[in-house]
């Protein structure tokens, strides 16, 4: 936190308002006060997932990688069914699965 406060100065956002996230896991009491304690003139706002708020707005080349991710979980989930029975081997079924995961993965993200 030090570093990133450097960095916030540097680039003459020491005195700006700066969102921060009190209850994310990785930011821990001891980062919060170091990087107070390197922008003391920065004014901090508890922007309870405000990350995870933007993160829900998605681009066109993120939906299409979402769909690709869903077909790829319907591929592994549908040889999964089809598959799995009493007597099959705990391998041959997972060997299964996972070519219908690897043989998925040859569509294209725009499709």
Known sequence: MDWIAGWIEK???GRGNIGIELEAYCYSPKAHAHLTAGLPNAVFHDA???V???RSVKSDAEIAYLRKAARLAEA???AAYEVIAPGV???DAIARIQAAQIA???ISPAT
């Open 89 to 91: 081997r705990e391998c």
């Open 76 to 78: 592994a989930v549908t």
């Open 48 to 50: 309870d997932l405000l």
């Open 104 to 106: 998925g993965s040859r």
């Open 11 to 13: 680039k003459g956002w």
């Open 52 to 54: 995870n708020w933007i």
